[in-house]
Nanobody
């Protein structure tokens, strides 16, 4: 089992920045691929960014150039730096850890971007 706890969400004006953190419970965190998803009200949960166990990153087109996913295996943590935020980025953001059929989710953190 892997327990994930997100933090760092909040209310920010358009154009502002937030940094989300995801703390994992297991010391073998480094073998998991990590991802951030988001779910806006009334919509499905969508992938935002991924970082593999080897550090390869990928982003959905709508956040490319604005968001950066990273990980610190020594701290069992993953991060999502979000810059130039837009109102359409408003959602609950979820941390995800996955490998070889295993998948774990955090409880989510709310990000609200105002005009």
């Amino acid at each position: 089992q892997v327990q994930l706890v997100e933090s760092g969400g909040g209310l920010v004006q358009a154009g502002g920045s937030l940094r989300l953190s995801c703390a994992a419970s297991r010391s073998i965190f480094s073998i998991y691929n990590m991802a951030w998803y988001r779910q806006a009200p009334g919509k499905q949960r969508d992938l935002v960014a991924v970082i593999s166990s080897g550090g390869v990153t990928n982003y959905v087109d709508s956040v490319k150039g604005r968001f950066t996913i990273s990980r610190d295996n020594a701290k069992n943590a993953a991060y999502l730096q979000m810059n130039s935020l837009k109102p359409e980025d408003t959602a609950v953001y979820y941390c995800n850890a996955n490998r070889a059929g295993e998948q774990y989710w955090g409880q989510g953190t709310q990000v609200t971007v105002s005009l």
